[in-house]
Nanobody, 123 residues
Framework: VQLQASGGGLVQAGGSLRLSCSASGRTFSDYDMGWFRQAPGKEREFVSVIKWSGGSTFYADSVKGRFTISGDNAKSTVYLQMNSLKPEDTAVYYC?????????????????WGQGTQVTVSS
């Protein structure tokens, strides 16, 4: 699976961005699709995941209520709508794919990663 993340940019606090992650190479719906982020000087952390089996979604507490993950199976694309952005959301955002994930927040459980897209939120 090849993943291509896009949609990052510079936005003021309180603003919104929508990230996209397009997948190719294998059947998209076989994989759970997640988003992680890594801020400067910090470890990469889990943001959100959508499980194609059943459509369940999960979020880190830090983004719950502000971010929404969704997917379009026909386009093999997963989206991360980010609202009410805060300066602490500044990071490189990565999309990732894994099969039948039991623990969605652990990055080592994901098999494929995109290249990352920079999100910068100014105060």
């Amino acid at each position: 699976v090849q993943l291509q993340a896009s949609g990052g940019g510079l936005v003021q606090a309180g603003g919104s961005l929508r990230l996209s992650c397009s997948a190719s190479g294998r059947t998209f719906s076989d994989y759970d699709m997640g988003w992680f982020r890594q801020a400067p000087g910090k470890e990469r952390e889990f943001v959100s995941v959508i499980k194609w089996s059943g459509g369940s979604t999960f979020y880190a507490d830090s983004v719950k209520g502000r971010f929404t993950i969704s997917g379009d199976n026909a386009k093999s694309t997963v989206y991360l709508q980010m609202n009410s952005l805060k300066p602490e959301d500044t990071a490189v955002y990565y999309c990732a794919a894994g099969r039948s994930l039991r623990i969605v927040s652990t990055e080592k459980n994901y098999d494929y990663w995109g290249q990352g897209t920079q999100v910068t939120v100014s105060s």
